[in-house]
């Protein structure tokens, strides 16, 4: 049992630390050119219909208002409702929908569960009306968002690997690997709901195991298939950090660095001191035309020779 | 004849349906070419082109298929020669996967490297971007041309020969294919099957951008292995920066341009302006694509005519540098991108002109505004702003005289994808020919949603062996089709027709495709620019401006 928990441990810590690298990973690169997209969602006044502040006259002279509001909606609508696919891929969206809503439900139902566990061991004598409350409001909001997300997880991950299947335009593009992160999430939902029996009707194994953690009480749970599930979610965090699925993290930047990022450069500005140093980076390609200096600065700015004797 | 020549086309059609591909594997087959396009699979026109059929694009010649590689789909865009030896072929492989690698290193590749690995980390390949795919639903769907396929095939490429991992990790991402010349090249030539319109882009629930990704595999082409098209390299940054500009308009030819210009003006509007030459410390330097001079002069004519009326201080360039605003580094290459928009900024520093105006050029726009606004330091930081906004404030300032009657035709606006959907310029145009255009008709979709016209990322220019006959068949087609659709209730011919398309290289797509079609015969329909729209409204004008031939 011991090994369990040890296992789990290091499942969460590893878990933590991929996902921090991953992000640092994109964080880290250096800043690149423009390659906005539009709409962009914080352009105040024009967001609605795709527009720019290039549609104004001596726009460089003028405040650009930027609504931080409209991209947080924006943003909530694409990631709670996955409102691009709705709009763009239908068919997708009535499975991929429940399966990310299921999923964010189940994080949902997870944060609930430590926050019990929290509150049982924090608990004061003297606070026993109120912790009985609040206690009430978790257990009842546990089970409904715990079960919502076991039910719609379930149903979209089927229908996800049923469409994959079906779908002639999935056929070619299909590696074993897309099956794999989908199956892996299927059998978690089917490991836990064989967890639940009348006497586990909300998710106490659950509690029971994450209290143990929390205190380092290292005891056995006799149900094999809890265990089982549990050494399958310790996996799966394992996993999941080395997989596409990190699209969800992804994301921040492809729309908030890459497609959103419309910042123009200014004298003196902290960007034109980004671009100083980029082009002081070496450059390495090897085409002729290219090989006309060591650095970017000097490469954009130094001819080749057919170019230059010609001038 | 043209029975014929389609029966010959099904026949080779139906021959290789026995090849027709069922695994990404298969694009690294070496026995000959890979995909026969069939113009009947072709998407679809409406009236009164529903039973149009397009003649099978022309076949290279033998002489051309011995020397070009064309396993892709029997078109060369690049013209790469077949190597000689099996040796030779080994070496540019290894240069491709040297290559490869450099787009991945932060010094080598700072200007794309953190979208190219957002682009080829996280694709879910849920086909969300397939049917925004013009090219894709035009050519009936064939599937080299769906917008996931080339990242995937270089997806698959990286997870087996850069990163670690070994045979299981390959069969499990199904990396398990082998890299040889024939899959090179055909890599190369299919990043000229994208034009980079990032409708894609655009759809992806995720924000996978596979136009960047078309992008960064035509750079790793140029930058490492001298590889891209005649028209954009040789004969597009490389001759701009000898001559001046890409046509090969020197700085004295350029003048004589003007003069002839001038005197159009004279003989046919009885329009007297001295276009402003090299005007030292003018409030605006105008730079068009040169290919207005050349093929499009009465946008010269209406843009001079316009500014001189409203006043404005303002002036051309003859010097090199100054005169053309192409900058066809934007569609392969980042060091022809920054050193082409470089020259222009110098011209303008030199001028000690206010700010930088580009004409209407789409691509234009996007290289010298957006994307070198991030390689300019110092001195080099000029303002550059769209002719759109200008042209706007000019037409509602109430310096000129309008009679929005003059122009009683029906006008649809087409959305240039790099002003539009990469830079969010969609009003001004559109408050333009809404006031002075009475019969002004949108396409479906329009503005920031717009199709491409199937010249974008360089297409327009591409002029050799049967590359044009795929441009007008294919990436041409869904524009046709919004034309034609925006146009239903007035498509006869004797009712004329006009597409305002404010770009150079949208014209050029535009005037070869509606030649394809034969669609002036037969619908009325012409194109032009918007200044051209904007003069011919203006009261003081003696004659009309536009003239209904197709140019």
């Known amino acids: 049992m011991l090994v369990l928990y040890l296992l789990t441990y290091l499942s969460v810590f590893v878990f933590i630390i991929l996902i921090i690298s991953k992000i640092l990973h994109y964080a880290r690169t250096p800043m690149h050119l423009r390659w906005d997209l539009y709409p962009v969602a914080h352009e105040a006044d024009r967001n609605e219909y795709g527009g720019s502040y290039y549609e104004e006259t001596e726009w460089w002279t003028k405040k650009n208002k930027k609504s931080r509001i409209a991209e947080f909606i924006v943003m909530f609508e694409e990631i709670i409702f996955l409102k691009g696919v709705y709009h763009n891929n239908r068919k997708l969206w009535y499975y991929s929908f429940p399966f990310h809503l299921g999923l964010y439900l189940t994080t949902a139902a997870f944060t609930l569960m430590i926050l019990s566990v929290i509150l049982d061991l924090s608990a004061a004598s003297n606070m026993y009306w109120q912790q009985s409350i609040a206690e009430d409001i978790l257990f009842y909001l546990t089970n409904a968002v715990g ?22 335009k999935f056929r070619i593009y299909n590696t074993p690997m897309d099956f794999i992160n989908l199956f892996f999430i299927l059998i978690l939902t089917i490991s836990m709901v064989l967890t639940l029996s009348p006497s586990n009707t909300s998710f106490i194994l659950y509690k029971i195991y994450l209290k143990n ?55 003196g500005s902290k960007l034109e001191n980004k671009i100083k140093q980029a082009l002081n980076y070496g450059v390495s390609w090897s085409a002729p035309h290219i090989k006309t200096g060591k650095t970017w600065g000097e490469v954009a700015t130094k001819l080749p020779p057919e170019v230059s004797n010609a001038k | 004849m043209l029975n014929r020549a389609i029966d010959t086309n099904l026949n080779e059609s139906t021959n290789t349906n026995k090849k027709k591909i069922s695994s990404i594997k298969d694009f690294t087959r070496q026995d000959g070419q890979l995909t026969f396009l069939n113009p009947e699979n072709y998407m679809k026109l409406p009236y009164p082109y529903d039973n149009w059929v397009d003649p099978p694009i022309k076949e290279l010649t033998a002489d051309q298929k011995e020397r070009l590689e064309h396993s892709l789909d029997g078109l060369s ?79 698959r490429i990286i997870n087996k ?45 995720i924000g996978v951008d596979n136009g960047l990704i078309t992008r960064e595999i035509r750079k790793l082409f140029s930058q490492e292995l001298e590889l891209a098209p005649e028209e954009l390299h040789n004969s597009g940054t490389v001759k701009q920066m000898k001559t001046g500009s890409s046509t090969g308009t020197n700085p004295t030819a350029m003048l004589d341009i003007i003069d002839f210009i001038e005197e159009d003006l004279r003989d046919l509007y009885n329009i007297n302006i001295k276009m402003p030459i090299d005007k030292k410390g003018a409030d605006i330097l105008l730079i068009h694509n040169f290919g207005e001079y050349l093929s499009w002069p009465e946008n010269i004519m209406a843009f001079a005519i316009i500014f001189e009326k409203a006043g404005i201080n303002w002036t051309l360039s003859s010097e090199m540098g100054g005169y053309d605003s192409v900058n066809y580094g934007l569609f392969y290459d980042d060091v022809q991108l920054a050193r082409v928009a470089l020259e222009h900024i110098g011209i303008a520093k030199k001028l000690g002109v206010r700010k930088i105006v580009m004409g209407e050029c789409g691509h234009a726009h996007k290289a010298l505004m957006p994307i070198a606004d991030r390689i300019l330091v110092g001195d080099n930081i000029i303002p550059r702003e769209s002719a759109f906004p200008v042209l706007e404030e000019i037409v509602f300032s109430g310096k000129i005289k309008f009679d929005p009657k003059k122009n009683n035709f029906p006008v649809t606006l087409h959305d240039p994808c790099n002003t539009a959907r990469s830079m969010g310029i969609v009003e001004p145009q559109r408050k333009i020919m809404r006031y002075l255009c009475p019969e002004f008709v949108e396409m479906e979709p329009h503005g920031v949603n717009n199709y491409c016209c199937g010249g974008g990322s360089g297409f327009a220019i591409f002029q050799g062996k049967n590359f044009p006959d795929w441009r007008n068949s294919i990436s041409f087609r869904m524009k046709f089709k919004q034309i034609l659709e925006a146009f239903q209730e007035n498509l006869d011919p004797s009712i004329h027709k006009y597409v305002c398309a404010p770009c150079s290289n949208c014209k050029g797509a535009f005037r070869d495709g509606l030649t394809y079609y034969n669609a002036f015969e037969k619908c009325g329909i012409i194109y032009g620019g918007l200044v051209e729209l904007i003069v011919n409204a203006m009261v003081d004008l003696e004659k009309p401006f536009i003239e209904w031939e197709l140019k």
């Open chain 1, 147 to 168: 079960y919502t997300a076991l039910i719609l997880t379930f149903f979209g991950t089927l229908g996800l690997i049923i469409q994959r299947v079906t779908d002639k």
């Open chain 2, 161 to 205: 020969y850069l990163k670690p991992g070994g045979k299981l990790y390959n069969k499990f991402t199904g990396s398990d294919i082998e890299l040889n010349w024939d899959t090179v090249a055909r890599l190369a030539e299919l990043a000229y099957r994208c034009t980079m319109c990032r409708r894609c882009a655009q759809a992806c629930p």
């Open chain 2, 77 to 155: 865009a690049i013209a790469i020669p077949v190597p000689a030896t099996d040796a030779e072929k080994e070496v540019k492989v290894a240069r491709f996967l040297s290559g490869l690698k450099k787009l991945f290193n932060k010094e080598d590749n700072w200007t794309f490297i953190q979208p190219l690995l957002l682009s080829m980390e996280n694709c879910m390949k849920c086909q969300t971007c397939s049917d925004e795919c013009p090219i894709y639903i035009s050519s009936g769907r064939e599937e080299i041309y769906r917008p996931i396929f080339r990242g995937e095939i270089l997806r």
């Open chain 1, 213 to 267: 953690l929390f205190t380092f009480n290292f005891t056995v749970i006799a149900r094999p298939i809890f265990l089982v599930h549990i050494t399958l979610v310790s996996i799966f965090l394992l996993y999941f950090p080395l997989t596409r699925m990190m699209h969800l993290f992804a994301k921040y930047f492809t729309y908030h660095e890459v497609r959103w990022e419309d910042s123009p450069n200014f004298k």
